[in-house]
């Protein structure tokens, strides 16, 4: 471009909208709790306010989680009721439900059931607005979401082959054909699969002799990072596998499956730079584009929007400060005109 010629575009050109949560406590993890989109539900009618699409969950150490609404508004607060320090959180991937699931330093998993409705005013509360002679104000003011949550069961970790109870180093929920798991990692590159009910369905070994870094799940397609190497599991066989992408060499820290294509994933290295991998059937793996060294630093988190992927990195932990790259998807696997 020519010197000194100004930006043809700014971040503000893209940003739809957002909001600030300060919190007065530190925040350990936060996820993003899907909920049924809006557009595809059934016409709101008279008086009637859209749900969000989504909830910010904000978990600390100590188990209290916070969840917020796209706007800022905290919706609730609960505690997840763990006796020992919170190490992992996971959300539900799905719509049928909604679920927040948390983990602690002792491997105790506890499962929690979120509602999410419209806030309507009950019998008497309107007969008390009714009568009142106070001055009265809009019921549209305020928070219109009435989120409530529920514990629904707790889960003790089973002993690992070695007749130790293994930490848990990653989570995650997934389903295939129906059926609802929930995926654990642990040291070693062991994976465990527990039913929706608690029962252990299978133990799996990554091959790979360190923690099982994360889990990435998508419509049934679930990743894993282990030890600087991805792969996925197969919840249909309960085994791993591996890849291998030719020409590739670095340590993958993050790896997840693109919202638009299964048959791509994104990955970070420890580099900085994000690589985006073509994987036919989840094994034959090429390099499909790689964004340029230094897009984001490590440590850095991955995560999918469509026509996006989202870089975030903690490069200056400690310091408060962390950098979001939005990088843009559409010309990826196209070729140069």
């Not at 397609?221 to 030890?227: D, L, R």
Request: glycine letters at 8%; a positive charge.
């Amino acid at each position: 471009g020519r010197e000194g010629a100004a930006p043809a575009a700014s971040y503000a050109d893209f940003v739809v909208s957002k909001a600030v949560v300060p919190q007065e406590d530190e925040i350990a993890t936060i996820k993003f709790l899907p909920l049924r989109n809006p557009r595809t539900a059934s016409p709101a009618g008279t008086g009637q306010i859209s749900l969000p699409s989504t909830l910010l969950v904000a978990a600390r150490t100590d188990g209290t989680i916070r969840l917020f609404t796209p706007v800022g508004e905290l919706a609730t607060t609960f505690s997840a009721g763990h006796e020992h320090p919170l190490s992992q959180v996971a959300v539900s991937p799905l719509h049928d439900e909604y679920v927040i699931v948390t983990a602690d330093v002792r491997s105790i998993v506890r499962i929690h059931k979120v509602s999410v409705r419209q806030r309507r005013m009950s019998k008497e509360e309107k007969q008390v607005r009714k009568s009142s002679n106070d001055d009265k104000f809009s019921v549209h003011l305020g928070s219109q979401v009435n989120v409530t949550t529920q514990f629904n069961r707790q889960i003790k970790m089973p002993n690992g082959t070695d007749g130790r109870r293994w930490p848990v180093s990653a989570l995650a929920m997934a389903s295939q054909q129906g059926t609802k798991y929930f995926i654990v990692g642990h040291p070693g590159g062991n994976i465990t699969v527990i039913t929706r009910n608690g029962t252990l369905h299978a133990r799996i070994n990554t091959g790979v002799d360190a923690a099982v870094d994360s889990f990435s799940v998508h419509l049934g397609t679930v990743v894993f990072a282990c030890g600087g190497v991805w792969g996925f599991v197969d919840l249909e066989t309960m085994d791993a596998r591996l890849m291998e992408c030719p020409n590739f060499e670095g340590r993958i820290v993050s790896a997840l499956v693109d919202a638009q294509k299964q048959d791509r994933v994104v990955a970070a290295d420890d580099g900085g730079a994000i690589w985006v991998f073509n994987v036919q059937n989840k094994r034959q793996c090429k390099i499909e584009h790689r964004f340029p060294l230094g897009t984001a630093r490590h440590p850095v988190e991955v995560a999918s929007v469509r026509g996006f992927t989202l870089a975030l990195d903690h490069s200056e932990r400690g310091a408060g400060v962390a950098t979001l790259s939005a990088l843009n998807m559409s010309h990826v696997g196209k070729k140069k005109q």
